[in-house]
């Protein structure tokens, strides 16, 4: 049998506990460590993930990244793809109930979570497991169901902030909404969890996985929980649901425009939340000079930290690429060097339909919106009419905002 000395255990807590909001407990977590390296087993660790949406995005890096410590140590990730709870959504951070997933957009959604997760995390077979926990969920008789709802109280219920807040405010609670944490802790007792991440909203789901643990006889698993990185608005958290996000397989130059674009108040959460995920992190007085407006403009902050992010995805050479054609679009006001095409289905079109044959908005009204906000312009002609149907030639440009642009091809 393995043993780990007093100086490597400390090591390894020290280590994996770096940088989280809280650790239940870090006795716990050591008294885990010794009693895996003794029976030489690996650790479960989970990392839940609801296919609400296509794309993992920075925000979920937090917390793939100190899974990828503990693969780094020998242990096993268990993400759980969370098809089934996702039929029900999340309640973390609502003041209304979520609308319900179809199975078609969660399949959709789900399709690509391995590849991306595949850039953060460990992807060989003994580094990784991947499950849905429609495995076993979908298994559950309703006397089943019934015996798990009898393992928690409303009151434990009404414990938590979402449902508190909402229940003074008189907004519906939905009685299928009390059953997501019992489903994602029950999650944890079908995989046999040692360890849970979450960000910070997720602590009540992770403790009643503790709970349901213990009442199956099962050690109960650590729970780590890490910061939660805010959204682009500077106001949310970075979020798929809000769309206020950097996916993780944003293209370079959108990865980096998306940074230059968070307002200046956002520099220290993102960078003292996401400084362990780059591959070069910064190190303390990197940080604090970084952080410092009367040695380093903010603007020049928010650069530095746009080529880490890109770098850490793409490499060196895209990272410095990003910086350089940010530069020539917003400092020399001049296009991007590579647009994609645009391919109107005739050489003269409605402006709304422009828009959307390009993919810069998704309806007709966010079409006109972005119209209305002075947000588009062909060839640096502001268009101010929805129902403008200009001329087209090959080679004109069209812009929707700051990071959209495409070259017209006739």
Avoid at 126 to 132: E, F, K, M, N, T
Avoid at 179 to 185: A, D, V
Avoid at 267 to 277: A, E, G
Avoid at 382 to 397: F, H, N, R, S
């Amino acid at each position: 049998m393995a043993t780990l000395s007093k100086d490597e255990l400390q090591r390894q807590v020290e280590l994996l506990s770096a940088g989280c909001e809280a650790v239940y407990t870090a006795q716990d977590l050591a008294a885990r460590l010794e009693l895996c390296a003794a029976k030489g087993r690996q650790m479960r660790v989970k990392l839940g993930l609801d296919p609400t949406s296509p794309d993992i995005h920075l925000g979920h890096t937090v917390v793939l990244r100190k899974v990828r410590q503990f693969q780094d140590l020998g242990h096993k990730a268990v993400i759980i793809i969370g098809d089934y709870t996702a039929r029900i959504g999340d309640p973390t951070g609502q003041n209304k109930t979520r609308p319900v997933l179809s199975p078609q957009q969660i399949a959709e959604n789900a399709k690509t979570y391995l590849q991306q997760v595949g850039r953060v995390l460990d992807s060989s077979p003994d580094r990784l497991d991947v499950r849905y926990n429609s495995e076993w969920l979908e298994k559950l008789t309703f006397a089943e169901v019934l015996k798990l709802a009898a393992q928690m109280t409303v009151a434990r219920m009404m414990e938590r902030d979402t449902f508190d807040k909402r229940f003074k405010a008189g907004v519906p609670i939905g009685v299928h909404e009390f059953l997501y944490p019992l489903m994602q802790g029950y999650d944890s007792v079908c995989i046999q969890a040692d360890v849970e991440f979450g960000g910070s909203d997720q602590t009540f789901n992770n403790l009643i996985g503790r709970q349901l643990q213990e009442n199956a006889g099962q050690l109960p698993q650590i729970v780590m929980i890490m910061p939660l990185l805010v959204g682009l608005d500077g106001v949310e958290k970075m979020s798929k649901s809000k769309g206020n996000y950097i996916g993780v397989s944003d293209e370079p130059n959108d990865m980096f425009g998306k940074v230059m674009s968070i307002p200046d108040s956002l520099m220290t959460n993102y960078i003292q939340t996401l400084n362990f995920t780059f591959d070069k992190p910064l190190g303390d007085g990197a940080i604090k000079l970084l952080l410092d407006p009367a040695q380093t403009h903010p603007r020049q902050a928010k650069a530095t930290l746009g080529r880490l992010i890109v770098e850490t995805y793409y490499g060196a050479e895209a990272g410095k690429a990003a910086v350089e054609e940010f530069d020539r679009v917003f400092s020399h006001k001049e296009n991007p060097a590579d647009m994609p095409e645009i391919r109107p289905p005739a050489a003269k079109v409605g402006i709304i339909d422009l828009i959307i044959s390009a993919g810069f908005a998704k309806s007709k009204s966010e079409a006109r919106r972005l119209i209305d906000q002075k947000a588009v312009k062909l060839d640096d002609q502001t268009i101010t009419d929805p129902a403008a149907a200009p001329e087209l030639k090959t080679g004109q440009v069209l812009r929707v905002g700051k990071l959209r642009f495409g070259r017209i091809v006739i």
